[in-house]
């Protein structure tokens, strides 16, 4: 069954602007992590999160993760146009599969 | 340091026909995982490998296979394409395993089938 759930499906803003893209999950996890991927490219590591973390940074990214409400976000800031991408949010839990979510597509207009 | 690599990047089969695909992971990653991205399913698990021994498989029927060789290179197998099978194929290797660490990617087989 699915478990990471992104939000929104497509997102549209100015350079400059920031972004926030949401992701929620089913079951308990082990960690959280975020991939970007450039049109039809391989998908590179963003950030990872465990699951007894709350927030992350890793320059212009911070990632929170509230295991309550099983749900994460992802925060771009000082969008530019090179951070034009798909997103993903993907679930790891013990001696389960890696799952992804349908991914947020992001365009950062010049 | 070498990054993961796969090969072919493209190819095109036609229905009915094998394919194998091959993944060289990071130096020292002992994990490889294999995915089917298509536009109406996204990124889908199909199997992990770790140290030789398939830990983990995904939702795929038994046409899809793979396997893992001493030196951690992976490959895998599609028998009796179909249609459906078209596909970018990405590899991952990582580390320690894809329930803790992070995912290093391959910029995928890109499988047409005809």
């Known amino acids: 069954s699915q478990q990471g759930e992104e939000d929104p499906q497509a997102l549209s803003i100015q350079e400059g602007e920031n972004a926030t893209m949401n992701c929620s999950y089913k079951?308990?996890?082990?960690?959280l992590q975020w991939y970007r991927q450039n049109s039809g490219r391989g998908l590179v590591h963003l950030i990872l999160?465990?699951?007894?973390?709350r927030e992350k940074h890793s320059g212009r990214l911070r990632v929170t993760l509230d295991t309550s409400k099983k749900s994460s976000s992802l925060l771009i800031t000082a969008s530019r146009a090179a951070d034009t991408a798909s997103y993903f949010c993907a679930t790891a839990s013990y001696g389960q599969n890696f799952v992804f979510g349908p991914g947020t597509r992001l365009s950062v207009l010049p | 340091k070498a990054g993961v690599t796969q090969t072919p990047r493209y190819l095109i089969k036609t229905r009915g026909q094998q394919v194998t695909l091959s993944c060289s992971p990071i130096?020292?990653?002992?994990?490889v995982s294999w995915y089917q991205q298509t536009p109406g399913q996204g990124l889908q698990f199909l199997f992990e490998?770790?140290?030789?021994?398939?830990?983990n498989k995904g939702n795929f029927p038994g046409r899809f296979s793979g396997r893992q060789f001493s030196n951690s290179r992976s490959e895998m197998n599609v028998s009796t394409l179909e249609l459906g099978d078209s596909a970018l194929y990405l590899c991952?290797?990582?580390?320690?395993?894809?329930?803790?660490?992070?995912?290093?990617f391959g910029e995928g087989s890109r499988l047409t089938v005809l």
């Open positions: 079951t308990s996890i082990n960690n």
């Open positions: 130096s020292g990653h002992r994990s």
């Open positions: 991952a290797s990582s580390l320690v395993g894809l329930d803790t660490g992070e995912l290093f």
């Open positions: 999160i465990r699951s007894n973390e």
């Open positions: 490998y770790f140290s030789e021994t398939q830990r």
